[in-house]
């Protein structure tokens, strides 16, 4: 009876490690990889990449593609960037261009609306929110849906529009 017992416990407990470790959804962890570099002189961005570059003066970043549930049921996705600057100079904000694939309707603009002060970043307090109940934004919701089930971050490219400079 006891070695019954012993060999369903491991039984179970192969089970829950198993299904815990084959986990493949898109954590926030993941998203820290993404970043996007540019560096700035008088008040013009002359250059910027994906690639590490020492000391921008601007880090883009995507921080947040998370999955919800809205009260009436619909799934979204909340999705926001944020911006760090290190420009020297204060920002009004900023406009983002985020690929999530090379189709069509697999682009979300950013918007990031408020000041961001010198050596401060942006916050995700206001997101965009990626409905699967609005035509227009299938696409997209269901790429969203497919990276963040697949947590393969490799086809998530950012891009920078528009930066706009406080005025002293």
């Not at 998203?31 to 008088?42: A, P, R, S």
């Not at 960037?81 to 697999?106: I, P």
């Amino acid at each position: 009876m006891l070695r019954f017992k012993i060999s369903k416990f491991f039984f179970i407990f192969t089970l829950i490690a198993s299904s815990a470790f084959s986990n493949n959804y898109l954590r926030p962890e993941f998203l820290k990889v993404i970043k996007y570099g540019c560096l700035v002189e008088e008040k013009s961005v002359v250059f910027c990449t994906d690639q590490d570059i020492t000391e921008p003066h601007l880090i883009v970043r995507l921080p947040l593609l998370e999955p919800i549930i809205l009260s009436n049921g619909v799934h979204a996705f909340r999705v926001m960037a944020t911006l760090e600057n290190n420009t020297g100079y204060n920002l009004s904000g900023a406009s983002v261009r985020v690929f999530f694939g090379d189709q069509a309707g697999q682009v979300l603009d950013v918007l990031i609306s408020e000041k961001i002060i010198y050596r401060a970043t942006s916050t995700t307090k206001k997101s965009h929110l990626i409905r699967s109940d609005v035509p227009i934004t299938v696409p997209l919701y269901e790429r969203l849906n497919e990276i963040y089930l697949s947590a393969d971050i490799s086809d998530i490219k950012i891009s920078l529009k528009e930066l706009i400079f406080e005025e002293t």
